[in-house]
């Protein structure tokens, strides 16, 4: 038969599974806030009965209960919806640095508004006619060269902010290179430290967490696959091992993190004299940054700028300064060869209105009026016909100038468009890939944050709950608590009133 003080030790395993799950709570509870944490319960498991079957057992009428033990303390998470959350985590990613970047790209364009591009253009333009119409008059003159003028800085000042705005993004686009490292590495380390103690029984939760906060924080800059590799000893079937880290890309997977040999490939960029990224390293493996799989960090890359598979300069900025470089050197020449081909007000034979361009990089900032044409406005060549007659009242070249932007010619794709015509389709196109951008990224943030609620509504803590179970277990413990009371007072019984009958 069983001991005499049985119901003492099963009472007191009832106390020490109660009280188990009460501190459980108490640790919820404390951590209902923190970012990341994931509610915790107690495995309640029923003890082994007595006697355990066997050729030497004893001749009870059967097993009798031993009572309950707390096996584990798990996480309540649900792996699939973690999966989720990292998917759309990695379009958000994307979708936000690009449209954080149109969005600064439409602020400094500023179309269309009275101090635009456009807008200086017909400033400039309605000049020249009022030239035209009133060729003699000094004024009108001066008011032409002031337009030009404007024009020039507008071009400068649209190309100097739209690179420092890439600047800024470059800059960015490092430091996300550096918080994937250091996000890597402090992976790296949490799993060295549930190597430590899975070996010995224990579920690490809380490093659990943080290595689950870290892969939804890497989440954010590039698709990542993860395999765990279980512990050796006496590791709990329900432990979750080391992590591996890779990164998917269309070439197949590259290891970020090796979680058996806890060696981590770090990221790095080759970049050329303009910080373009021509490469991009992982560990020994060279990508290309065009076939780097989308993410926070491809959407920096692409908005800062890098060198394609043909070797050209591309990306969100990049095309914009190239764009405004090609209006610039088009502009520029075309409006000096057909000034040139008019006649001063002198009589002389017209000069190149503005300083030459003789390369299309670069030419954005480089609009400037030539000395002659500021230093007297008489050589602006609005008269047409022969050099030497008098041109007093003629304005027909001045005319031909007016008309210069529907006229002059700009290669885009396979066809010649006008100079309003090219400037329009960059605009327009700027304006759909910041909608598109937008609206992408708020669909990714919608699906993200429905995933996000329900991940929450599994793992997060409620302190209703919380407070319901701490009111059930305390009652559990209390009867526990009372069971030895009550045999406490058999025990007495036994011990202090049987055999005093003759006393």
């Known amino acids: 038969m069983s001991s005499t003080f049985h119901g003492l030790q099963v009472a007191k395993r009832g106390m020490d599974a109660q009280q188990a799950a009460l501190y459980t709570i108490g640790h919820n509870v404390s951590n209902a806030n923190t970012p990341g944490y994931t509610r915790q319960r107690v495995s309640l498991e029923t003890f082994p009965a007595y006697p355990a079957p066997g050729m030497n057992q004893t001749g009870a009428a059967g097993q009798i209960g031993m009572g309950v033990e707390a096996s584990t303390v798990e996480r309540i998470r649900d792996t699939f919806l973690d999966t989720q959350y990292r998917d759309e985590t990695i379009k958000v ?8 970047a149109l969005e600064k790209m439409e602020e400094i364009m500023n179309e269309p508004t009275e101090d635009g591009l456009s807008a200086v253009f ?4 309605e000049s020249i006619q009022d030239v035209a119409s009133h060729p003699s008059e000094a004024g009108a003159r001066s008011v032409m060269i002031e337009r030009a003028e404007a024009v020039g800085d507008t071009f400068s000042y649209l190309s100097t902010s739209l690179k420092t705005i890439q600047g800024d993004l470059q800059n960015e686009r490092d430091v996300a290179v550096t918080q994937v490292n250091s996000v890597l590495e402090q992976i790296n380390n949490v799993n060295q430290q549930i190597q430590n103690v899975e070996p010995n029984g224990y579920l690490p939760n809380d490093l659990y967490d943080e290595r689950d906060r870290l892969l939804d924080e890497i989440s954010k800059f ?8 279980k512990s050796s000893g006496n590791a709990s079937a329900t432990s979750e091992g080391v992590v ?7 070439q197949g997977p590259i290891t970020l993190l090796d979680g058996k040999t806890h060696q981590v490939n770090a990221i790095s960029l080759t970049t050329n004299q303009d910080s373009y990224v021509t490469e991009i390293h992982i560990g020994d493996e060279i990508r290309n940054p065009e076939s780097f799989p989308k993410g926070k960090l491809k959407g920096l890359i692409e908005a800062s700028g890098y060198i394609d598979n043909s070797g050209d300069k ?5 095309s914009m300064i190239d764009d405004l470089d090609e209006m610039a050197y088009e502009f520029v020449n075309w409006f000096n060869d057909k000034h040139q081909q008019g006649i001063t007000l002198d009589g002389d034979n017209g000069v190149s209105f503005f300083n030459e361009i003789f390369q299309k990089e670069g030419a954005a900032t480089g609009i400037v009026i030539a000395d002659k044409i500021k230093q007297n406005t008489n050589n602006i060549a609005a008269a047409s016909g022969a050099a030497g007659t008098d041109r007093q009242g003629d304005g027909q070249n001045a005319h031909l100038l007016s008309q210069f932007r529907q006229k002059v010619l700009i290669n885009s794709g396979n066809q010649a468009v006008s100079l309003d015509g090219f400037y329009q389709s960059v605009i327009g196109q700027m304006s759909v890939d910041a909608q598109q951008a937008n609206r992408l990224k708020s669909n990714s943030e919608t699906l993200q944050g429905a995933v996000e609620q329900r991940r929450q509504s599994t793992s997060a803590v409620s302190l209703d709950e919380e407070m319901t179970n701490m009111i059930q277990f305390q009652h559990a413990y209390n009867a526990s608590a009372r069971m030895v009371t009550m045999i406490d007072e058999m025990l007495d019984k036994i011990v202090n009133g049987l055999g005093t009958g003759g006393r």
């Open 93 to 100: 990613g994307y979708w936000d640095a690009r449209a954080g």
């Open 122 to 125: 017909n400033q400039f333009f």
């Open 222 to 229: 590039m698709p990542v696959s993860l395999e765990y590799t």
């Open 244 to 250: 591996t880290v890779q990164l998917q890309t269309s």
């Open 314 to 318: 591309t990306g969100v900025y990049a």
